[in-house]
C-alpha cells in the first residue's frame, strides 16, 4: 500500500458540466476525508466518511457537491453543474479509528481542478 | 471565520539557522495541535504534533511549542536545511473529526 491515491490529478472542465474525482484511502483506514484548497489558503473541510457512512458535511458542500463510500473503501466526489468558483486542489485523507501521532490523517496528493 | 491563523505568509532563512513560524487560534475548544508540510503538486504531509496538555513536543531538528494562555503555536526547525523549504501549515482539532487549517507560511532556506 503505497498511501492515499486520488484520480485524476488534473482535470480541466467547462462551465455547467460534471466532474467526478476518486480517491483510494490507505486499506486498513475506515475514516475518509475530503478537504478543499484554494490558492493563498489552507485546506478546508468539505467532508467526513467512517466506513461508508457520511456522517459529517461542511456548509462548503453545496447541493452541487455529492460524496460518496459505497463499499467503505473507495470515495468518489461529484460536483455537478460545475462554477468557476470551484476550481481548486481536492485533497482526500484518510486515517484509522485508532489514530496516532497525527491520528494518523494521511493526505493523497490532491486532484486539482480548474473550471473554464 | 478563520479559526487558525498564520500571519506570516513568508519566511527566508540561512542555512543552519534557525526557523520560527508560528501561528494563532482562537477556539479554546482545539485539543490537538499539528503543522504539516507541503509540497507543490503534493498534498500536505504530516510533520509533528502536539496535545493540548503539553507545552512542547521534540522531533529530531522540530520542536513544537503551545503556549495555550496566549493561544499561539510554533514550529522551530534548527538546523534549518534547503530541503525544509516547502509550506508549512498549522492545523487544531476539536472532537471532532475535522481539522482547521492556517493559511499556510512559506518557508525558503537560502543554501
Known amino acids: 500500500d503505497t498511501g492515499v491515491s486520488q484520480d485524476p490529478r488534473h482535470k480541466i472542465t467547462k462551465r455547467g458540466q460534471n466532474v467526478t474525482f476518486r480517491c483510494d484511502p490507505i486499506?486498513?483506514?475506515?475514516?475518509l476525508y475530503w478537504y478543499r484548497q484554494t490558492l493563498g489558503q489552507g485546506p478546508e473541510f468539505l467532508t467526513y466518511?467512517?466506513?461508508?457512512?457520511?456522517?459529517?458535511k461542511s456548509r462548503l458542500l453545496s447541493d452541487r457537491f455529492s460524496a460518496e463510500r459505497p463499499k467503505g473503501s473507495f470515495s468518489t466526489l461529484e460536483i455537478q453543474r460545475t462554477e468557476q468558483g470551484d476550481s481548486a486542489m481536492y485533497l482526500c485523507?484518510?486515517?484509522?479509528?485508532?489514530?496516532?501521532?497525527?491520528?494518523?490523517?494521511?493526505f493523497g496528493s490532491g486532484t486539482r481542478l480548474t473550471v473554464v | 471565520d478563520q479559526q487558525v491563523k498564520q500571519n506570516s505568509p513568508s519566511l527566508s532563512v540561512q542555512e543552519g539557522r534557525i526557523s520560527i513560524l508560528n501561528c494563532d487560534y482562537t477556539?479554546?475548544?482545539?485539543?490537538?495541535f499539528l503543522w504539516y508540510k507541503k509540497y507543490p503538486a503534493e498534498g500536505p504531509t504530516f510533520l509533528i504534533s502536539?496535545?493540548?496538555?503539553?507545552d512542547k513536543n521534540e522531533d529530531g531538528r522540530f520542536t513544537v511549542f503551545l503556549n495555550k494562555s496566549a493561544k499561539h503555536l510554533s514550529l522551530h526547525i534548527v538546523p534549518s536545511q534547503p530541503g525544509d523549504s516547502a509550506v508549512y501549515f498549522c492545523?487544531?482539532?476539536?472532537?471532532?473529526?475535522?481539522?482547521?487549517f492556517g493559511t499556510g507560511t512559506s518557508l525558503t532556506v537560502i543554501p
Open positions: 485523507a484518510s486515517s484509522s479509528e485508532t489514530g496516532g501521532s497525527n491520528y494518523g490523517y494521511t
Open positions: 502536539i496535545s493540548s496538555i503539553k
Open positions: 466518511f467512517q466506513n461508508e457512512a457520511q456522517l459529517e
Open positions: 486499506s486498513e483506514h475506515n475514516r
Open positions: 492545523a487544531a482539532r476539536t472532537t471532532g473529526n475535522q481539522f482547521y
Open positions: 477556539n479554546s475548544m482545539f485539543d490537538y
